[in-house]
């Protein structure tokens, strides 16, 4: 397909593939932010 555009639909399903593996890396960073925040140090 190139990097153009021919339709609007290629353009949408583009973009929501897109915004899906934002999603999923946000989600993944909030978790493993969330571990480091609550680690504990067991010395």
């Not at 973009?15 to 609550?38: D, E, H, P, Q, S």
């Amino acid at each position: 397909m190139g990097d153009v555009f021919l339709t609007l639909q290629d353009f949408m399903t583009f973009t929501k593939g897109v915004t899906y593996l934002i999603m999923v890396a946000a989600l993944c960073g909030i978790g493993l932010f969330w571990r480091f925040l609550n680690a504990r140090d067991d010395d």
